[in-house]
């Protein structure tokens, strides 16, 4: 599977259903006990967050969202790819990195166009001004025209990549900080579920936003001031625009606010699931805190974790197809004029069904919508990673596994950590990142088990270094959209994308070493986590 799923020689989801044959073939599991690995609660989980994604593109609101922020920060170089940065890494955590890059970029390009022409028509101007000069000095302002575009020319060029890549880098680095943003996090909290099911819900919402959110933030940062470096240079009044606006920054300003203006007013179907959003965020947040008993504690969960963050997805997510998309108001349902009420009554006489005469507003979501968008595939490629685990857990192998590695326990458990997010991140340069945690995960929880190691603290690093897909146009949809927008060739991404691969490894080795020592008590090996005790193999 790991062959294939690196080869892409069969379709991932394809690869990922081998279980179901294999498995009960070769007398490892029942095959009933395999299929249900495909359907878990972390699956759940993503199909609730990707049905809060849908009815957030469907109904534009990412694109208000967007627009705003940038008619905040402004124009100028540096702030506009600040703006961008914030935006796309922002939406990411909520809508796919792919969908985000992709809506974001053309808004990109065409502000830079503007900005573009507004500059070559006010060195136009200069120009004409000059045309009442000696024909010598014409000839040299003509020359010096010529220089000026070729000049002008490479500057937008460099800004063009470099926004580009401002996107993409961002969607991805976004997409780190909730549990939903992108597939690997939900796939660490089922692959900690399966390999070590008394863990008490350590993985959850609130406790992965608690770790990751400061951690997107400060690779943030540190990516912002190294694309501001390659791409822009370190000249803060030029590029930050110390003194006043000028006509160009006004022009540019102008299309963005063009743009925002055809969005219209906020209209109620983009209220409704701004607030059901909104909801789902705060019942995320406040289901198992930590620090107080949640919602979810006080009310289901006293003894077993009956509701989990999937139950919630799933509720709030129903509701799209419950509440309308226009405001109600009176004569709006039913029948709306004499003709119709009389040919009501007509049909009732006959006896005929009289249902479709009744008008009623569209809900927020329909069901050919979500079949449309939803990406069935990763759901079935989540569950052949938890079948895979599940398998290796059954067999023995990653009992073998574990053994095998368990001289690893002479290493300092820093060195460890760094070691091993530098493999996760080159091989996620050449595999999908998906692949990459269904892969390492298994093994990287047999391994903690077998040193002692608490096993959050290499699997939560390498699962958000999967994530760290920068050098390649194949790594990641997001690459490989700004790659054919930004008119990037390779080497860029790969000098752009190598030093965030530093900053990303060393950002996340700083958090697990700090707050997330001290958030998950990396210190100190859990009794959960010691495989042999909990399955009663052998005596402590």
């Not at 053309?106 to 024909?135: F, G, K, S, W």
């Not at 701004?274 to 019942?283: A, D, E, H, N, S």
């Amino acid at each position: 599977m790991a062959l294939y799923w690196c080869t892409e020689c069969l379709p991932l989801a394809v690869t990922a259903l081998l279980p179901v044959v294999m498995f009960p073939m070769m007398n490892i599991m029942e095959a009933g006990k395999v299929s249900i690995e495909y359907l878990k609660d972390s699956n759940m989980l993503f199909i609730g967050g990707l049905l809060v994604a849908i009815a957030v593109e469907h109904w534009n609101l990412h694109k208000r969202i967007a627009l705003k922020v940038l008619l905040l920060v402004g124009v100028r170089p540096s702030l506009l790819m600040l703006g961008f940065m914030i935006v796309s890494s922002f939406l990411s955590m909520w809508i796919s990195n792919t969908a985000t890059t992709a809506m974001m970029l053309p808004i990109a390009y065409a502000v830079l166009q503007q900005l573009r022409a507004t500059e070559a028509h006010a060195d136009e101007m200069e120009d004409c001004r000059a045309e009442d000069n000696t024909a010598f000095e014409l000839q040299e302002t003509h020359a010096n025209g010529a220089v000026t575009k070729k000049q002008l020319d490479a500057k937008y060029d460099l800004l063009t990549k470099g926004m580009s890549l401002s996107v993409c880098y961002s969607a991805s680095i976004g997409g780190t900080a909730t549990l939903t943003g992108t597939t690997p996090n939900l796939i660490l909290q089922g692959q900690m579920n399966q390999l070590f099911p008394q863990n008490g819900g350590i993985i959850n919402f609130a406790s992965w936003f608690g770790f990751s959110f400061p951690n997107m933030i400060l690779m943030l940062i540190f990516s912002y001031l190294w694309l501001q470096f390659m791409f822009l240079g370190f000249n803060l009044k030029k590029s930050f625009g110390c003194d006043e606006k000028n006509e160009r920054d006004r022009e540019a300003y102008a299309v963005m606010k063009e743009e925002y203006r055809k969005l219209g007013s906020m209209s109620f179907a983009e209220i409704m699931v701004l607030v059901i959003f909104v909801l789902l965020v705060l019942l995320w947040f406040t289901r198992e805190p930590g620090f107080i008993p949640g919602w979810a504690t006080v009310l289901f969960n006293k003894e077993l974790t009956y509701v989990s963050d999937g139950t919630v997805a799933i509720l709030m997510s129903m509701l799209f197809f419950v509440v309308p998309s226009q405001l109600p108001r009176w004569g709006g349902y039913g029948f709306n004029d004499a003709v119709e009420i009389t040919l009501f009554y007509a049909l009732i006489m006959v006896g005929c069904p009289t249902g479709k005469l009744v008008k009623a507003p569209p809900t927020l979501l329909d069901w050919q919508v979500v079949h449309e968008r939803m990406p069935w595939n990763i759901i079935l490629l989540l569950g052949g990673g938890f079948a895979l685990a599940k398998g290796s857990e059954e067999s023995g192998l990653s009992k073998w596994l574990g053994q095998s590695l368990a001289p690893l326990e002479k290493i300092p458990p820093f060195a460890i950590s760094l070691l091993l997010c530098l493999l996760v991140a080159t091989f996620t340069e050449c595999s999908s990142n998906t692949a990459t945690t269904t892969l390492f995960l298994p093994i990287l929880g047999s391994m903690a088990s077998a040193i002692k190691l608490h096993p959050l603290y290499i699997m939560l690093p390498c699962t958000i270094a999967a994530s760290l897909a920068f050098m390649l146009p194949v790594a990641t949809p997001p690459n490989a959209i700004a790659f054919s927008f930004g008119n990037l060739k390779v080497l860029d991404m790969v000098k752009a994308g190598f030093m965030l691969n530093i900053i990303g490894i060393l950002c996340i080795n700083l958090g697990i070493n700090t707050w997330g020592y001290a958030m998950f008590d990396l210190g100190t090996f859990p009794t959960w986590a010691n495989v042999t005790i909990v399955n009663n193999t052998t005596t402590p």
